[in-house]
């Protein structure tokens, strides 16, 4: 799968008939978060922004949620 703009990825959510809110809250992110993804006043380094912008595909990696075990997976 290709990444996606943040552009494209607000358009996948239109199509869908889903709010950006909704999404947001469905995937137990903070709504206000998930605007800063999008607008690019984010990083998206690590943490939940990281994950954000993970599940909202514009960016390549993994989710993680539980940090304290993620360098214990097998390769």
Known sequence: MSL???????????????SITQWA???KFSPNLVFEVLGGRKKCVRGQAHNIAVKLGIK???????PANVLNRVA
């Open 4 to 18: 996606r703009t943040p552009e494209e990825a607000r358009e996948a959510l239109k199509n869908a008939g889903v």
């Open 25 to 27: 809250i469905a995937n």
């Open 60 to 66: 390549d990696g993994t989710v993680t949620n539980d």
